[in-house]
């Protein structure tokens, strides 16, 4: 007999991957899973929207060992993986991080990671939720490069909100807050060997604590990170995917794939498609020529009106949003959600070229109706990240 419950539950057990976080996490009562780079992860823990001004106000702590790395090393470790982006890596000096794309021959989005350098030729790719580690290996086969590629034993989390600089330097003193916006630093933590980036998936000030041999430490890390944040009032929650959606923050799986390109998602910028450098990236000839010719879409910012819409990761957006202009469906809209600062429904829509024009009139069919919407600017907040740029003295 068929289950009449909306939100059937999933199933735990071996045959899904468990974060080095899982056990820790779960102590905190996730109310929400999904599966991300095969393993589980925690969406939330009862009420996103109060995550969300947990996020804002305070600061949060969030189980990401989804972010598998895969490791790059060896000789030719620079040269492959310039190879498998179009961000230039020759301007990524050690200890630094870069967003950037892995594409493919014809310009789609395998992935959009975060870059780490660690040495010379020494890179971790945190990845978005698609199978990079498959895809390296495949291209390192027959290469000729001397190139190691393997999943490090690695897993991060994230702390992130204006008050995550306390929990930080209780953790590793005043020097931690040094660390520019998108730089690294090796550091010990309880004998505990850790990577701290300040990098982060929320808009927000904070940072991502990158575990080694995290298999055997992860919930001591996680304990670690519980205990320092006790008098800053930490919350334990989920990736705030209305921040996300507010900051212009985009969701690999939903807001772009495997047929969408950089230049159709508005990220075509030079910096992150360098078409001028030497290297012969994938994707170099493909992405070349659809700049050439521009695109026939692109992914717009909307807002949306009728009833307040759920926080996205609430199991609210089974399907994408169709779009309308004239009554004829013309697009989709990826990612949606109701903002509680701006109390609007607001989200992103893939619509062909010649309905992208700001304050073009569109139709949404969202749960409660078909209702009208506008295209708008993205980000809806903070356009420029001052927020996670912000620069820390010490207090």
Request: proline letters at 5%; glycine letters at 10%.
């Amino acid at each position: 007999m068929a289950s009449s419950d909306k939100n059937p539950e999933i199933l735990l057990y071996t045959r899904i991957r468990k974060s080095p976080f899982f056990h820790a996490s779960r102590r905190h009562g996730v109310a929400m899973y999904s599966v991300y780079n095969h393993t589980y992860h925690p969406r939330h823990y009862g009420d996103p929207v109060e995550e969300y001004w947990r996020l804002l106000e305070g600061v949060t702590l969030w189980d990401v060992g989804v972010e598998k790395q895969v490791e790059i090393t060896g000789r030719d470790a620079f040269d492959f993986t310039n190879m498998l982006t179009p961000r230039d890596l020759n301007k990524c000096a050690v200890g630094q991080c870069k967003y950037a794309f892995i594409t493919a021959d014809d310009g789609g989005i395998i992935n959009d990671p975060v870059l780490l350098r660690l040495g010379e030729d020494h890179f971790w790719l945190s990845l978005a939720d698609s199978d990079v580690l498959l895809w390296a290996r495949g291209l390192a086969r027959n290469s000729g490069l001397d190139v190691t590629i393997r999943e490090a034993d690695v897993g991060p989390v994230q702390v992130q909100g204006p008050k995550s600089r306390h929990v930080m330097t209780d953790l590793f003193g005043d020097g931690i807050l040094e660390v520019p916006y998108y730089h690294l630093v090796e550091q010990k933590l309880h004998d505990m060997d850790v990577l701290v980036s300040r990098t982060g998936y929320s808009g927000e000030l904070g940072y991502e604590i990158y575990l080694r041999n995290a298999s055997r430490d992860g919930v001591k890390l996680w304990d670690t990170v519980v205990e320092a944040g006790r008098p800053h009032d930490l919350a334990v929650i989920g990736p705030s995917h209305i921040r996300r959606i507010e900051g212009g923050i985009l969701a690999y799986g939903a807001d772009m794939w495997l047929d969408t390109n950089p230049f159709e998602v508005e990220l075509g910028y030079r910096w992150m498609v360098d078409l001028d450098q030497e290297a012969d990236f994938i994707g170099k000839r493909a992405l070349t020529r659809i700049k050439d010719e521009g695109v026939t879409r692109k992914l717009v910012g909307v807002e949306i009106g009728g009833e307040r819409l759920g926080a996205y990761n609430d199991g609210s957006m089974i399907d994408f949003f169709p779009v309308y202009r004239d009554g004829i469906r013309v697009g989709a809209v990826t990612s949606a959600c109701h903002s509680p600062r701006l109390d609007k429904n607001i989200g992103y829509a893939m619509v062909p070229l010649q309905h992208s024009e700001l304050e073009t009139e569109l139709e949404v069919q969202t749960p409660s109706g078909r209702e009208g919407a506008v295209v708008v600017e993205k980000p809806f907040l903070d356009p420029t990240k001052e927020t996670p740029k912000q620069r820390l003295d010490p207090v």
